[in-house]
């Protein structure tokens, strides 16, 4: 899981050079090329079950008859075959969108993305502040449908409103080497060690000393486990969905937040504010900038803000006067 820019599954893109309405171009190939890939994966597995089932024939036969016999090469060609066929024919349909696709180096990912349907903005004219959602009205209105929106009763008997602090944070890494992914933003920290190395009094912001913030995904189990103890799923999640084990926590002083960016994560997220107050900027992806517009909200200590970050280009700015903390998950 990388954030920073975006582009489709797999790191395969779509181009957008091939021409419109024909059966060459983006949407049917993107559509097709999802679903070879989907494939794909099932197709893997199926042939490897083929071969299992070979080297299973051979071991339930007595030893004397595992000398490859006829029956035993018709078997082998058999089961070459059935492996083989998936590939084959998964090749033979991506045969007319090939000129349509390419591999998409890292570097300009964000550049080759494929263009957003821009109805998932365009109705979008600023950011609502919701309670007492259920469930289905909340998987039906904003959950997948790009539509962003700020929860303003999903933390209420959390106990990490009082229980997260830097120390909590410091406590809970102290033994723990490894960083999952770690954002420096414009501090000089190289690593989660390096900020919870640094002095109380500037973690605690007092006066004179230089601000900071910085962000990190923790895919430590334990350390997981232990952080889920101080909070719930949120309540106006869809029965279905999954929260995504993987935990963001960014954590730092008034002033400084995140630069315009877009995310290449697998799932929409939300983050719920533990401290503070942050002020978010979204901007519509490029090629919607004539149809949506761009939308701020403020969300406050308590709120959950839910965004699909691969979409929306976002940054935000602490606002309040003393530490944010916040803590938040993708779900599928
Ligand atoms: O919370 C922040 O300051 C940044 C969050 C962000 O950029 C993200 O979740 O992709």
């Given at each position: 899981m990388e954030r920073s820019s975006g582009i489709g599954k797999d790191g395969v893109a779509v181009s957008g050079s091939c021409v419109s309405k024909s059966k060459h171009c983006p949407e049917q190939a993107r559509d097709e090329l999802i679903s070879i890939l989907t494939k794909r994966e099932k197709v893997h597995g199926r042939s490897i079950s083929?071969?299992?089932?070979?080297?299973f024939y051979v071991k339930i036969r007595p030893f004397r008859a595992r000398i490859p016999g006829p029956r035993l090469v018709i078997l082998l060609a058999l089961g070459a075959i059935l492996s083989a066929y998936p590939y084959a024919t998964n090749f033979v349909r991506s045969l007319p969108y090939r000129r349509c696709l390419m591999q998409q180096p890292g570097a300009t990912k964000n550049l080759f993305r494929p263009a957003e349907d821009c109805s998932i903005c365009q109705e979008v004219q600023k950011i609502e502040k919701i309670s007492n959602i259920d469930s289905t009205l909340?998987?039906?209105?904003?959950?997948?449908?790009?539509?962003?929106?700020?929860?303003?009763?999903?933390?209420?008997?959390?106990?990490?409103?009082?229980?997260?602090?830097?120390?909590?944070?410091?406590?809970?890494?102290?033994?723990?080497?490894?960083?999952?992914?770690?954002?420096?933003?414009?501090?000089?920290?190289?690593?989660?060690?390096?900020?919870?190395?640094?002095?109380?009094?500037?973690?605690?912001?007092?006066?004179?000393?230089?601000?900071?913030?910085?962000?990190?995904?923790?895919?430590?189990?334990?350390?997981?486990?232990?952080?889920?103890?101080?909070?719930?799923?949120?309540?106006?999640?869809?029965?279905?969905?999954?929260?995504?084990?993987?935990?963001?926590?960014?954590?730092?002083?008034?002033?400084?937040?995140?630069p315009m960016h877009v995310d290449d994560v697998k799932y929409p997220s939300w983050q719920a504010q533990i401290q503070g107050r942050k002020k978010w900027t979204l901007e519509p992806p490029r090629e919607c900038q004539y149809s949506c517009t761009r939308l701020e909200v403020t969300v406050d200590s308590g709120e959950i803000i839910v965004l699909d970050t691969n979409k929306w280009y976002h940054q935000t700015l602490i606002v309040s006067e003393d530490i944010s903390i916040t803590i938040g998950a993708e779900y599928d």
């Open positions: 083929a071969f299992r089932l070979v080297v909340f998987e039906e209105r904003y959950a997948y449908s790009g539509r962003p929106v700020v929860v303003t009763d999903a933390t209420k008997n959390w106990t990490a409103m009082q229980a997260f602090s830097f120390a909590f944070f410091k406590e809970l890494y102290k033994d723990q080497e490894f960083d999952c992914q770690f954002f420096p933003y414009k501090t000089g920290f190289q690593s989660l060690r390096d900020v919870f190395d640094m002095s109380m009094s500037r973690a605690l912001l007092e006066s004179g000393t230089e601000p900071w913030y910085v962000g990190w995904s923790n895919c430590d189990e334990n350390i997981g486990s232990i952080l889920r103890e101080y909070y719930y799923r949120p309540y106006f999640l869809p029965d279905t969905s999954e929260s995504e084990k993987t935990d963001w926590i960014f954590m730092g002083s008034p002033g400084y937040g995140a």
